[in-house]
């Protein structure tokens, strides 16, 4: 059975909620999303979920608005950073990790999304995807469109549905394409996809901080991530 999205992204915020600020603000901000589920009209998920960011920047301070959103993050799986994580333990250098999440993600547009060399080229001249490039002490990573939208995202001319159909949460796009503004405080969802590899692989904590998105009106969502 198909997972529903809506009811498993929920539970993530909710106890990532319990365990940064406590069951009272958890209570508040998770209120009115008990019913919500992949089947309800989207409008009401966007409305919930822009209500949801408005409290969660007024109730609760920065630091923990992102480890809160952060929490929310899909994770890509650690058994595919294993190799990357024994590298860089031998090394200690973050130069051959970036060129092995470099490859990792070359084949994964290449082999799994079957994109054609004309489109991997483009994505790969734009310094779009996983391994992103180093900035002194920072990586600084760019997303990639969601998979299904590539090809049109490039295509794209408008510029309120090229930043829906670049967006790969559904939620956010839902957002986008009815003109309802939503914290950008949100997008922290996606920048912990890339914690979440990063302290896989370096075994520390790190901080990552936005600076591109759709929510701001950016074609891209822009990420950096603050070695230790």
């Given at each position: ?14 106890t990532s909620l319990e365990r ?84 990792k993600f070359v084949s994964f547009l290449k ?118």
């Amino acid at each position: 059975m198909k997972q529903d999205f809506e009811r498993y992204w929920l539970s993530k915020l909710s106890t990532s909620l319990e365990r940064s600020v406590g069951p009272d603000i958890r209570a508040k901000i998770m209120e009115g999303s008990e019913d919500l589920s992949d089947g309800t009209d989207r409008s009401e998920v966007v409305a919930w979920s822009a209500r949801a960011m408005a409290l969660l920047d007024e109730r609760v301070e920065a630091a923990k608005r992102f480890d809160v959103m952060t929490g929310c993050a899909c994770q890509c799986p650690n058994t595919e950073l294993r190799g990357i994580r024994a590298k860089y333990e031998e090394t200690s250098d973050i130069d051959i990790v970036l060129e092995m999440l470099q490859k990792k993600f070359v084949s994964f547009l290449k082999d799994e999304l079957k994109l054609s060399a004309t489109v991997v080229d483009v994505i790969i001249r734009k310094g779009w995807g996983l391994a992103g490039r180093r900035e002194g002490g920072k990586i600084i990573a760019t997303k990639i469109p969601k998979s299904a939208y590539i090809a049109d995202y490039l295509k794209e001319t408008d510029p309120v549905k090229k930043r829906a159909i670049y967006c790969h949460c559904p939620r956010i796009r839902g957002a986008l394409m009815s003109g309802v503004s939503i914290s950008s405080t949100y997008c922290y969802c996606g920048a912990g996809y890339y914690r979440g590899i990063w302290e896989e692989i370096l075994q520390e904590r790190v901080r990552v901080e936005l600076l591109e998105s759709v929510l701001k009106g950016d074609d891209v969502c822009t990420i950096a991530i603050h070695l230790p």
